[in-house]
């Protein structure tokens, strides 16, 4: 079902976009992107996390536990997977946004959408050990909870100067000067402060640390909890 799931997703977000978008010139792979990295990305990425935890629970995580060597190994084995997942997610979701710019118009320069799957990647990797982690301690409405507390508190920050403090609004905020999109959804104009690209490298940087540190205390819990 995860494997299903990195479809599923931005399948709904090409028709999501393609209703709400439906008569209007330029705005297709605009509101593709922007429905995608606001709302349906972090939410598909709970539910990949859960599932992936779920999976582990109904085998009494026997595969990373009682198997011989490190706990920490296999776990970030995991975690590395469903980043991948997330990629994989991403370039789909990519070649739609791409595909049906071009066919129904749209602004999103290509060369910038080509590297938003990069730095979307990078920049929402650090949402994987946390949702690890409350899909195992806590189970799926603390999570999806988290995940709507998240996604919403960083696309009102997003948009003010102080983005960088609130760890889910730096993806929204990078991808402005890649995809000239703000992150209310609406386009920005050249001389708009959202193009700036000086913001980049610090935020991916942060998402960098974010994602060490969440990585760091998810391996480290988990090897000292005790299996039920």
């Keep these: 079902m995860s494997r299903g799931l990195i479809w599923a997703f931005p399948t709904l977000t090409f028709a999501l976009a393609f209703v709400l978008t439906l008569g209007m010139t330029n705005a ?25 935890m779920l999976r582990e629970k109904k085998t009494g995580y026997y595969h990373l536990t009682t198997v011989p060597g490190s706990k920490k190994k296999r776990m970030l084995g995991k975690i590395i997977s469903i ?28 060369p910038g959408a080509t590297l938003s ?7 929402q990797l650090w949402e994987i050990p946390l949702f690890l982690f ?3 301690r806590f189970g799926m409405v ?8 998240l996604t919403v508190g960083g696309t009102i920050l997003a948009s ?29 104009e050249a001389g708009n402060p959202f193009l700036d690209t000086g913001i980049v490298v610090p935020g991916i940087c942060l998402s960098i640390l974010w994602f060490l540190f969440t990585t760091i205390c998810f391996l480290r819990w988990f090897e000292k909890r005790e299996v039920k």
């Design 160 to 188: 003010t100067g102080k983005w960088y403090l609130f760890v889910s609004a730096i993806p929204m905020r990078v991808l402005c000067p890649f995809l000239h999109i703000m992150p209310n959804g609406l386009p920005a």
């Design 117 to 123: 799957v990069l730095v979307l990647t990078v920049t």
């Design 134 to 136: 409350f899909s195992d």
């Design 142 to 149: 603390a999570e999806l909870l988290v995940c709507l507390f």
């Design 28 to 52: 297709y792979a605009e509101s593709v992107w922007n429905w995608w990295y606001t709302l349906l990305l972090p939410g598909m990425l709970a539910i990949i996390c859960y599932l992936s």
């Design 83 to 110: 980043g991948c997942a997330v990629l994989a997610s991403n370039m789909i979701l990519f070649t739609g946004a791409s595909l049906g710019g071009f066919l129904l118009t749209t602004r999103v320069p290509l």
